[in-house]
T-cell receptor
Framework: DQQVKQNSPSLSVQEGRISILNCDYT??????FLWYKKYPAEGPTFLIS?????DKNEDGRFTVFLNKSAKHLSLHIVPSQPGDSAVYFC??????????????FGKGTKLSVKP | ETGVTQSPTHLIKTRGQQVTLRCSSQ?????VSWYQQALGQGPQFIFQ???????GRGNFPPRFSGLQFPNYSSELNVNALELDDSALYLC??????????????FGPGTRLTVL
Protein backbone atom coordinates (compact mmCIF):
# COMPACT_ATOMS: atom_id res chain seq x y z
CA ASP A 1 0.00 0.00 0.00
CA GLN A 2 1.57 3.23 -1.17
CA GLN A 3 1.47 5.91 1.48
CA VAL A 4 2.88 8.61 -0.79
CA LYS A 5 1.57 8.80 -4.34
CA GLN A 6 2.73 10.78 -7.33
CA ASN A 7 0.18 9.94 -9.98
CA SER A 8 1.87 11.69 -12.88
CA PRO A 9 4.94 9.79 -14.09
CA SER A 10 5.94 12.65 -16.35
CA LEU A 11 5.30 16.31 -17.03
CA SER A 12 6.45 18.50 -19.91
CA VAL A 13 6.38 22.29 -19.75
CA GLN A 14 7.75 25.17 -21.78
CA GLU A 15 10.65 27.20 -20.47
CA GLY A 16 9.41 30.23 -18.54
CA ARG A 17 6.04 28.68 -17.69
CA ILE A 18 4.95 27.24 -14.36
CA SER A 19 5.56 23.59 -13.46
CA ILE A 20 3.15 22.04 -10.96
CA LEU A 21 4.01 18.66 -9.50
CA ASN A 22 1.45 16.94 -7.32
CA CYS A 23 1.66 14.48 -4.45
CA ASP A 24 -0.98 12.75 -2.31
CA TYR A 25 -0.50 10.90 0.95
CA THR A 26 -2.63 8.58 3.03
CA UNK A 27 -0.95 8.46 6.45
CA UNK A 28 -2.31 11.16 8.74
CA UNK A 29 0.72 10.71 11.02
CA UNK A 30 3.01 12.35 8.47
CA UNK A 31 4.05 15.73 9.78
CA UNK A 32 6.90 16.72 7.52
CA PHE A 33 7.03 16.74 3.75
CA LEU A 34 9.90 17.21 1.36
CA TRP A 35 10.67 17.44 -2.31
CA TYR A 36 13.84 15.97 -3.73
CA LYS A 37 15.28 16.41 -7.18
CA LYS A 38 17.29 13.68 -8.85
CA TYR A 39 19.48 13.81 -11.91
CA PRO A 40 20.66 10.60 -13.59
CA ALA A 41 23.67 8.98 -11.91
CA GLU A 42 23.31 11.22 -8.86
CA GLY A 43 21.63 10.79 -5.51
CA PRO A 44 18.50 12.75 -4.61
CA THR A 45 19.13 16.35 -3.64
CA PHE A 46 16.93 18.13 -1.14
CA LEU A 47 14.89 20.92 -2.70
CA ILE A 48 12.33 22.25 -0.25
CA SER A 49 10.31 21.07 2.74
CA UNK A 50 7.21 21.98 4.68
CA UNK A 51 6.02 21.20 8.17
CA UNK A 52 2.41 20.18 8.73
CA UNK A 53 1.84 23.32 10.79
CA UNK A 54 2.26 25.42 7.64
CA ASP A 55 0.38 25.49 4.37
CA LYS A 56 3.01 27.18 2.23
CA ASN A 57 6.76 27.45 2.03
CA GLU A 58 8.66 29.41 -0.56
CA ASP A 59 12.29 29.37 -1.61
CA GLY A 60 13.14 31.39 -4.68
CA ARG A 61 11.45 29.86 -7.70
CA PHE A 62 10.14 26.92 -5.67
CA THR A 63 6.97 26.94 -3.58
CA VAL A 64 5.40 24.00 -1.82
CA PHE A 65 1.73 24.06 -0.84
CA LEU A 66 0.21 21.70 1.71
CA ASN A 67 -3.51 20.93 1.99
CA LYS A 68 -3.82 18.76 5.09
CA SER A 69 -7.55 18.19 4.79
CA ALA A 70 -7.07 16.80 1.29
CA LYS A 71 -3.78 15.10 2.19
CA HIS A 72 -2.26 16.75 -0.84
CA LEU A 73 0.82 18.77 -1.55
CA SER A 74 2.17 20.39 -4.65
CA LEU A 75 5.45 21.87 -5.81
CA HIS A 76 5.32 24.95 -8.01
CA ILE A 77 8.35 25.98 -10.04
CA VAL A 78 8.13 29.37 -11.67
CA PRO A 79 9.60 30.25 -14.03
CA SER A 80 10.67 26.80 -15.19
CA GLN A 81 14.15 26.47 -16.65
CA PRO A 82 15.71 23.71 -18.78
CA GLY A 83 18.07 22.90 -15.88
CA ASP A 84 15.02 21.96 -13.82
CA SER A 85 14.58 18.87 -15.99
CA ALA A 86 14.95 15.96 -13.56
CA VAL A 87 12.94 13.43 -11.59
CA TYR A 88 11.16 14.99 -8.63
CA PHE A 89 10.33 12.88 -5.60
CA CYS A 90 7.82 13.75 -2.95
CA UNK A 91 8.66 12.33 0.48
CA UNK A 92 7.09 12.33 3.91
CA UNK A 93 8.15 11.50 7.43
CA UNK A 94 6.49 11.05 10.80
CA UNK A 95 7.88 11.78 14.23
CA UNK A 96 7.12 8.52 15.94
CA UNK A 97 8.80 6.70 18.83
CA UNK A 98 11.24 4.90 16.59
CA UNK A 99 13.76 6.26 14.15
CA UNK A 100 12.81 9.68 13.02
CA UNK A 101 13.33 11.41 9.77
CA UNK A 102 13.22 8.27 7.68
CA UNK A 103 11.52 9.06 4.53
CA UNK A 104 8.62 7.52 2.62
CA PHE A 105 9.00 8.39 -1.04
CA GLY A 106 6.60 8.56 -3.94
CA LYS A 107 7.53 7.03 -7.29
CA GLY A 108 8.63 10.32 -8.76
CA THR A 109 7.59 12.59 -11.61
CA LYS A 110 9.94 13.20 -14.51
CA LEU A 111 9.87 16.87 -15.42
CA SER A 112 11.02 17.99 -18.86
CA VAL A 113 11.39 21.70 -19.47
CA LYS A 114 11.63 22.50 -23.15
CA PRO A 115 13.50 25.58 -24.40
CA GLU B 1 33.62 19.25 3.97
CA THR B 2 33.41 16.08 1.88
CA GLY B 3 30.13 14.74 0.55
CA VAL B 4 28.64 11.27 0.81
CA THR B 5 30.44 8.71 -1.30
CA GLN B 6 29.49 5.15 -2.17
CA SER B 7 31.38 2.22 -3.62
CA PRO B 8 31.32 0.49 -5.94
CA THR B 9 29.39 2.44 -8.56
CA HIS B 10 28.13 -0.65 -10.32
CA LEU B 11 28.09 -4.31 -9.37
CA ILE B 12 26.92 -7.49 -11.05
CA LYS B 13 26.21 -10.60 -8.99
CA THR B 14 24.45 -13.89 -9.53
CA ARG B 15 21.50 -15.24 -7.61
CA GLY B 16 22.45 -16.74 -4.24
CA GLN B 17 25.64 -14.73 -3.85
CA GLN B 18 26.39 -12.23 -1.12
CA VAL B 19 27.25 -8.55 -1.63
CA THR B 20 28.69 -5.74 0.47
CA LEU B 21 28.09 -2.10 -0.42
CA ARG B 22 29.96 0.75 1.24
CA CYS B 23 29.14 4.28 2.19
CA SER B 24 31.30 7.06 3.51
CA SER B 25 29.29 9.64 5.39
CA GLN B 26 29.63 13.37 5.17
CA UNK B 27 32.20 14.68 7.60
CA UNK B 28 30.81 14.97 11.13
CA UNK B 29 27.63 12.99 10.43
CA UNK B 30 26.89 10.15 12.87
CA UNK B 31 23.74 8.74 11.29
CA VAL B 32 23.37 6.80 8.08
CA SER B 33 20.24 5.53 6.37
CA TRP B 34 20.09 3.05 3.52
CA TYR B 35 17.45 3.02 0.79
CA GLN B 36 16.67 0.69 -2.09
CA GLN B 37 15.38 2.23 -5.31
CA ALA B 38 13.99 -0.29 -7.76
CA LEU B 39 13.46 0.72 -11.38
CA GLY B 40 10.53 3.09 -11.73
CA GLN B 41 10.05 3.36 -7.98
CA GLY B 42 10.96 5.82 -5.29
CA PRO B 43 13.64 5.02 -2.73
CA GLN B 44 12.45 2.62 -0.04
CA PHE B 45 13.86 2.79 3.49
CA ILE B 46 15.91 -0.27 4.51
CA PHE B 47 17.38 0.74 7.90
CA GLN B 48 19.18 3.44 9.78
CA UNK B 49 22.29 3.33 11.97
CA UNK B 50 23.05 5.85 14.68
CA UNK B 51 26.39 5.69 16.49
CA UNK B 52 27.00 2.11 15.34
CA UNK B 53 23.60 0.74 16.40
CA UNK B 54 20.56 -0.01 14.28
CA UNK B 55 17.98 2.68 14.88
CA GLY B 56 14.98 1.62 12.85
CA ARG B 57 14.26 -0.76 10.04
CA GLY B 58 11.91 -0.85 7.10
CA ASN B 59 10.10 -3.83 5.62
CA PHE B 60 13.16 -5.78 4.51
CA PRO B 61 14.09 -9.38 5.44
CA PRO B 62 16.98 -10.21 7.79
CA ARG B 63 19.26 -11.10 4.88
CA PHE B 64 19.66 -7.33 4.56
CA SER B 65 22.05 -6.31 7.31
CA GLY B 66 24.30 -3.40 8.05
CA LEU B 67 27.23 -2.11 10.00
CA GLN B 68 28.36 1.32 11.01
CA PHE B 69 31.95 1.87 12.03
CA PRO B 70 33.48 4.25 14.59
CA ASN B 71 34.45 6.63 11.79
CA TYR B 72 30.73 6.54 10.77
CA SER B 73 31.34 4.86 7.46
CA SER B 74 28.92 2.00 6.90
CA GLU B 75 28.19 -1.16 5.00
CA LEU B 76 25.07 -2.76 3.63
CA ASN B 77 25.27 -6.53 3.31
CA VAL B 78 22.81 -8.62 1.37
CA ASN B 79 22.93 -12.41 1.58
CA ALA B 80 21.35 -14.97 -0.71
CA LEU B 81 20.77 -12.47 -3.48
CA GLU B 82 17.51 -12.66 -5.41
CA LEU B 83 16.68 -11.25 -8.83
CA ASP B 84 14.39 -8.67 -7.20
CA ASP B 85 17.34 -7.26 -5.28
CA SER B 86 18.48 -5.60 -8.50
CA ALA B 87 18.19 -1.90 -7.73
CA LEU B 88 20.00 1.33 -6.97
CA TYR B 89 21.12 1.36 -3.34
CA LEU B 90 21.39 4.80 -1.78
CA CYS B 91 22.88 5.82 1.51
CA UNK B 92 22.14 9.11 3.21
CA UNK B 93 24.03 10.63 6.10
CA UNK B 94 22.79 13.09 8.67
CA UNK B 95 23.76 14.60 11.98
CA UNK B 96 21.68 13.07 14.72
CA UNK B 97 19.10 10.30 14.58
CA UNK B 98 16.22 12.74 14.77
CA UNK B 99 17.37 14.59 11.67
CA UNK B 100 14.55 15.55 9.40
CA UNK B 101 14.73 14.78 5.73
CA UNK B 102 16.18 18.05 4.67
CA UNK B 103 19.35 17.35 6.57
CA UNK B 104 19.89 13.93 5.00
CA UNK B 105 22.55 14.05 2.32
CA PHE B 106 22.42 11.29 -0.27
CA GLY B 107 25.29 9.59 -2.02
CA PRO B 108 25.19 8.82 -5.76
CA GLY B 109 24.21 5.21 -5.15
CA THR B 110 25.44 1.75 -6.12
CA ARG B 111 23.70 0.05 -9.03
CA LEU B 112 23.37 -3.67 -8.23
CA THR B 113 22.35 -6.12 -10.92
CA VAL B 114 21.53 -9.70 -9.95
CA LEU B 115 21.57 -12.23 -12.78
Amino acid sequence: DQQVKQNSPSLSVQEGRISILNCDYTNSMFDYFLWYKKYPAEGPTFLISISSIKDKNEDGRFTVFLNKSAKHLSLHIVPSQPGDSAVYFCAASAMDGGSQGNLIFGKGTKLSVKP
Amino acid sequence: ETGVTQSPTHLIKTRGQQVTLRCSSQSGHNTVSWYQQALGQGPQFIFQYYREEENGRGNFPPRFSGLQFPNYSSELNVNALELDDSALYLCASSLGRRARGDTQYFGPGTRLTVL
